[in-house]
């Protein structure tokens, strides 16, 4: 090995198969990849064979070299056993795709500089000739930004100040900020910042513990987001308002100028909470049991509402893992009891409750918090942004029933049976076969999205959900020193002023969901610099305006990914098409996948570098042998399993894969691979500049005039500040995907406070437990089993009012649920 060879460093770009967040690592070549731990690069999964391949320097290039693997190593879809590499090149060892970047080594940072232009001269775009008109933009003259005026507000103390300052203003509690802001804990040292760019004014959090919202948000921002005349920034429990000051301000009367909360511009929203109805009032006074011995709690009055309004909160004794129940009672705020507590109000909360009503628990032991008073809007909301209306259909199957735990009769068996009482046979007859004959003989069977939703609100009506839910934003957990748990949320009156209160439990059950939406760092990037929210949009964004712009003028959509999401967008987009011939989809991959996962003798098909399957994880992991597999895995084994079953899929529909054979022969959609180097705008074109892959190793330019994000959603614990806090504090452990770690019944290990007066218990559900003793757990029916094991491990611990689910009992909360009665 030379010494050029050893000095020689890349650095390796990867997806985890099992959750799809990017990893990365720099090393030195030579490198070995393989399943065997000695290798430079550890890959664990049953594909991989022990010395898999290696990366090397020889006669002055990189190359990649198969060691004799088993499964193959794969360039542009190819196997090879010898293959020069550029920076930015792909290759695959399966399940893995990997991108190769060379690091500063006096090397050129590629091997070519030959640019192709896809225009309207290429047969790819076709149309684009009518929509580019081909000459650069001339460069902007450059002047220095404006003064900013920022007013702050203390809603506290009601406080006011203002700085006339030049950007870039910081704004935090350290007295080397901007602006400082004290008296409010919740603060960070450095909390945001306000700039302008592109003569915009743009607010970005600074990575606090706490988040930064732009009006009524109730999601912090998680990039730069624009700021409009008569937006607002909400920082703990101050408001600012930000102005161009002289000749730079923006028109605005003083109605707008006194204006504190309007639309919603955050663009890490994954839903506008702007219409929230803020609740200080919803739930009556609740009873508390322990032991034997009922409390009531009751809501302040409004003369005590300015009492609540308590600058430092949540209060210092939270900096502690333990609180007082003595100290929690002087802290001057509202303390109320509940036995039962679900924290988050959606679809896991609510599976939850489904299971302790049907096991017999009263309606007073349990209180709800969350946000959204219907548990199923936030998904909802989430279906109809990534163009899945209330008509079209789920990715779920037809036994997977969040409002009957029994699971029958299933959505199949109510639309058959809804469709035969209104004398439509041929659908109802259409349905039964579609259930008789999944997945070989027909398509697998999935549900009309408004029917899970009303069968939800039924559902929700039946067991009382309006008088357990009351709305609340969760701040902080803490364990109490008698063996329960303290909540500390907020909630705000009808002046928008938070009013703070703490929560005591007995049993606590957490479900918060995504904590944001997934943007690609290319397209971020371009965000960040242009405030081009318009044209660059996320799937889960509200973005029809890019519909409705196709169907009257035309253009050409750039589709990033390949999953579920960017299968029901390029639907939506061939809908489109049909009112407009002149839109064009470019559908951009990072490379190409002409094989499919295997595990064992199984396989997904694979067609057209779409790889399918009907759920997103293999069928036999919700109630099969997979799911007994990885239950009784070590945390290994588990890392293993999720990376051979992992990978974006989608569903293996016969419309979809007519969309897309049509739009191969006809030109109108087109496939292609890279690794994209930038994105910028030109000449009212969104020009993406890709490094090639295989064949196409020339720089390509993909212009569009629409580029959309289905990536998915962001699952990382670490981005959501209730969980990061959390994990802090408590030092909890994580599962082999970096997630909360949870044992079999779905307990937090490390949350578990037991004394002589309590045995306190806290569980976690949903997507922040990916990767523990079942995978999927951000589906209805995985909601459903872990509600089921941790009531299940609830009723063999004696709590409160829960009786045994099973037998005669059973079919008696059956005969409830067909009838509508309550538990």
């Known amino acids: 090995m030379s010494d050029i060879a050893a000095a020689f460093q890349v650095k390796l770009s990867w997806e985890d198969n099992g959750t799809g967040e990017p990893q990365e690592v720099n090393v030195n070549l030579p490198a070995t990849l393989g399943r065997d731990n000695q290798n430079t690069v550890v890959l664990n999964s049953h594909q991989v064979s022990r010395r898999h391949a290696r990366l090397d320097f020889e006669d002055d290039q990189v190359v990649l070299i198969d060691e004799g693997s088993s499964n193959g190593v794969y360039v542009g879809g190819e196997p090879i056993t010898r293959h020069p590499v550029v920076s930015g090149a792909n290759f695959d060892i399966r399940p893995f795709n990997f991108t190769v970047t060379f690091a500063d080594n006096g090397h050129s940072e590629n091997g070519h500089d030959k640019t192709q232009l896809i225009d309207a001269k290429t047969t790819l775009v076709g149309l684009e000739q009518e929509l580019y008109n081909g000459s650069a933009a001339p460069a902007a003259k450059q002047s220095l930004p404006p003064e900013l005026v920022v007013e702050w507000k203390n809603t506290v103390t009601h406080e006011t ?19 400082t802001l004290t008296g409010d804990r919740s603060i960070s040292r450095h909390h945001a910042k306000i700039d302008i760019r592109d003569d915009q004014i743009v607010v970005s959090d600074a990575g606090s513990s706490a988040g930064t919202f732009i009006n009524d948000g109730e999601q912090s921002l998680a990039q730069p987001s624009k700021l409009m005349p008569q937006d607002t920034i909400r920082i703990g429990q101050y408001q600012l ?32 909470e702007a219409n929230l109805t803020t609740l200080t009032n919803l739930q009556p006074p609740s009873s508390y ?27 210092e004794a939270f900096n502690q893992p333990v609180v007082s129940v003595e100290e929690i009672h002087q802290m001057g705020v509202p303390v109320d009891q509940t036995t039962y507590l679900a924290l988050g109000g959606g679809l896991g909360s609510f599976t939850w409750v489904d299971y302790l009503r049907n096991s017999g628990v009263d309606l007073g032991l349990i209180t709800v918090i969350g946000i959204k008073d219907k548990p199923f809007e936030r998904y909802r909301q989430l279906c109809r942004n990534s163009q899945i209306p209330n008509h079209e259909r789920l990715r779920s199957d037809s036994g997977s029933t969040p409002d009957n735990i029994w699971g029958w009769p299933g959505y199949a068996v109510r639309e058959a049976w809804h469709d035969l009482l209104h004398f439509r046979l041929g659908n109802a007859l259409k349905v039964m076969w579609t259930i008789f004959g999944e997945p070989t003989l027909a398509n697998t069977y999935t ?30 957990i803490r364990k109490t020193n008698d063996g329960r748990y303290v909540v500390a949320y907020s909630q705000t009156n009808n002046d928008k002023k938070p009013l703070y209160r703490l929560m005591l439990a007995n049993y606590v059950h957490l479900a918060i969901g995504y904590p944001g939406i997934q943007f690609l760092p290319d397209l971020q990037a371009y965000r960040q610099q242009t405030n081009d929210f318009e044209h660059v949009v996320n799937a889960y964004e509200p973005h029809d305006h890019i519909y409705d712009h196709l169907v009257q003028h035309g253009g050409t959509v750039l589709v990033r990914g390949r999953g579920i999401v960017a299968s029901r967008i390029i639907q939506r987009l061939y809908e489109v098409r049909k009112q407009n011939d002149k839109v064009v989809i470019l559908h951009l991959n990072r490379s190409p996948r002409p094989v499919g996962n295997r595990f064992g003798r199984a396989g997904r098909r694979v067609e057209h570098h779409w790889e399918f399957q009907p759920f ?31 990978g974006s899929t989608t569903a293996d529909r016969a419309d979809w894969r007519k969309i897309v054979d049509t739009g191969l022969k006809e030109y109108w959609y087109q496939i292609r691979f890279g690794r994209v180097s930038k994105v910028e705008r030109r000449n009212d074109k969104l ?14 330019e993909l212009l569009a005039d629409f580029i959309i994000d289905a990536t998915g959603l962001n699952s990382s614990i670490d981005s959501h500040p209730l969980l990061k806090d959390m994990l802090d504090l408590y030092n909890l452990e994580r599962n082999a995907k970096g997630r909360l770690h949870v044992a079999n019944d779905f307990e937090v290990p490390a949350m578990r406070n037991e004394t002589e007066s309590h045995h306190g218990r806290f569980y976690a559900s949903g997507v922040m437990t990916l990767g523990g003793p079942y995978a999927p757990v951000d589906s209805f029916l995985g909601l459903q089993y872990a509600a089921l094991r941790s009531i299940d491990a609830l009723t063999r611990l004696r709590a409160p009012g829960l009786r045994r689910l099973n037998g005669i009992r059973s079919m008696v909360q059956w005969c409830k649920w067909a009838t509508r009665a309550q538990p």
């Open 616 to 646: 997103n994880w293999p069928k036999a992991n919700w109630g099969g042998d997979l799911r007994a597999v990885l239950e009784k895995a070590n945390t290994n084994e588990r890392d293993e399993l999720y990376n051979d079953w992992g």
């Open 289 to 315: 049991v322990d032991d034997g011995v009922t409390s009531k709690t009751t809501f302040p009055s409004e003369t005590e509402i300015i009492r609540l309004m308590q600058p430092d909160f949540p209060p």
């Open 447 to 476: 549900p009309i999205s408004d029917n899970v939703y009303q069968s939800i609100e039924a559902e929700a009506r039946r067991i009382g959900w309006q008088h357990i839910w009351r709305f609340g934003r969760i701040m902080a």
């Open 161 to 179: 100040r203002r700085l006339s300052t030049q950007p870039p203003i910081t704004v935090g509690r350290a007295e080397t900020n901007t602006i």
């Open 241 to 272: 308002k930000v102005t161009k000051s002289g000749p730079h301000s923006d028109d605005q009367s003083e109605e707008e100028a006194q204006t504190t909360f309007t639309h919603v511009r955050s663009i890490s929203a994954i839903a506008d």
């Open 687 to 700: 020009v993406t500049t890709i490094d090639g892959y295989g064949h196409f190793n020339e720089n390509t």
